[in-house]
């Protein structure tokens, strides 16, 4: 990052992308909009990232043209690129970004950067998802949105309500910090980069917006979904493993206690699960396959799903549950193996009742009759895995029935964090 301008307050960038039909209009209505309604120092960064159309001409021309215009150019794409590059080079006390299409109405970006400007918040976002939020869009993007958010916190434990609106805004000083921590460079941006500052202890601040779908996106959902899901699960990965280093950055920036990221919520430990149960029912198919023609109907099913299990109690351990180390590694696997044992009853019982009544069925209703029973056990198995072999701590549900309950235990547990916001 460069050293901040003292005279310059606010840097809004526009990412584009072969964008030569809207580039022009949307940089003159957001120059006009930001001297009418701003009173600080302000510039407009067009930030190009390997436009092939006439879009890099077009926003030279304007920079020439508009003294509060500066253009960036880079071969690469990616709007989190564009981003890295515009912000990390900006002298702004204030950064900020917008969509080309201006679909958030711009009403909403005083109220954005004011927190920000005034140091009492670190990173801003805009959000479509609140209920005074006014929105216009199709039912399949709200579909897609809507589940993402699910996903995001149920998986990453996220509890901003927007990850993807395109007008957000952050602090100069926390996107140094921040910025070298974020690998991802296409849309993934957003969601990487708030994550990590929830984790650090940072303060975002959310601002309902008014927002209208744009007809001519050029995002490709489905290549941005896949992008997405990989980014969710990378995130994740990094912040078991300690990878990303979240205590650094609060003890530097951090106003509220650092997150708890050695145990999910209730619903990202079904979500969890529910992964590590998917991969462990496509493994049980494929080994009980291989296995079948070598040692019998009940020996593959006993083979495989005594591997399933092993590799099923491990990856739950320390995935789902996020329990890492040796302690009690060995007693949740002779655990884990008593949950297998009620499993395998369930799957060997309904391997004898289909061959009693079909003994003559082939291989293929066998292994659909195994999965079907398979699932049923994976459902007894998290409920055990959960209440029994990786059960929280007695703390831990004493705080969760605090916080829940009207007791004064839970006025004070409410109070304290609000106090200390105050002080902060």
């Not at 299409?101 to 140091?119: F, H, I, M, R």
């Not at 801003?124 to 929105?135: D, N, P, Q, Y």
């Not at 602090?171 to 929830?198: G, H, K, M, S, Y």
């Not at 004898?352 to 198995?381: D, K, Q």
Request: glycine residues 6%.
């Amino acid at each position: 990052m460069t050293s901040h301008d003292s005279s310059l307050a606010l840097d809004v960038v526009v990412p584009v992308y072969n964008e030569q039909n809207a580039l022009e209009s949307c940089v003159r209505r957001l120059a006009a909009y930001l001297t009418e309604s701003m009173s600080v120092a302000w510039q407009i960064t067009i930030a190009d990232n390997a436009s092939v159309d006439a879009t890099p001409e077009i926003a030279d021309r304007l920079a020439a043209e508009i003294s509060a215009v500066r253009v960036i150019h880079t071969k690469r794409k990616g709007r989190g690129h564009a981003l890295k590059m515009a912000w990390g080079s900006s002298t702004a006390h204030v950064l900020a970004y917008v969509d080309v299409d201006l679909s958030t109405d711009l009403a909403a970006l005083p109220p954005l950067v004011a927190p920000l400007l005034s140091g009492h918040s670190d990173v801003a976002i805009g959000t479509r998802l609140s209920r005074s939020s006014r929105v216009v869009r199709g039912g399949k993007r709200e579909f897609i949105s809507r589940s993402y958010n699910v996903l995001l916190h149920g998986m990453l434990g996220a509890n901003f309500s927007d990850a993807q609106c395109g007008f957000k805004a952050i602090r100069a000083d926390v996107a140094a910090a921040l910025l070298p921590l974020v690998q991802d460079d296409a849309w993934f941006f957003d969601t990487e980069l708030l994550v990590i500052a929830q984790r650090s202890g940072l303060r975002i601040h959310e601002v309902p917006v008014d927002w209208i779908d744009d007809l001519d996106s050029r995002v490709e959902i489905a290549s941005t979904v896949k992008q997405d899901l990989r980014g969710v699960f990378r995130v994740g990965r990094d912040l078991a493993r300690g990878v990303i280093p979240v205590q650094s950055v609060y003890a530097e920036l951090g106003r509220s206690p650092i997150g708890r990221v050695d145990r999910p919520s209730f619903l990202g430990q079904v979500v969890r699960f529910a992964v590590v149960g998917g991969c462990s029912t496509i493994a049980y198919a494929l080994l009980y396959l291989l296995f079948q023609g070598l040692i019998g109907s009940q020996a593959a099913n006993f083979s495989a799903l005594l591997i399933t299990t092993i590799a099923n109690t491990w990856a739950n351990r320390r995935f789902t549950f996020a329990i890492r180390g040796p302690a009690k590694a060995v007693t949740h696997q002779f655990q884990g193996l008593i949950v297998f044992a009620l499993a395998w009853v369930i799957t060997s019982g309904s391997l004898l009742a289909l061959n009693l009544f079909a003994p003559s069925a082939p291989t293929a209703v066998e292994l659909i009759v195994l999965t079907v029973a398979n699932l049923v056990a994976t459902a007894l198995r998290f409920v055990l895995l959960r209440r029994w072999v990786f059960k929280a701590p007695a703390a831990e549900h004493t705080t969760d029935r605090e916080c829940t309950s009207g007791t004064p235990a839970a006025a004070s547990a409410t109070e304290h964090p609000t106090q200390k916001a105050s002080a902060a």
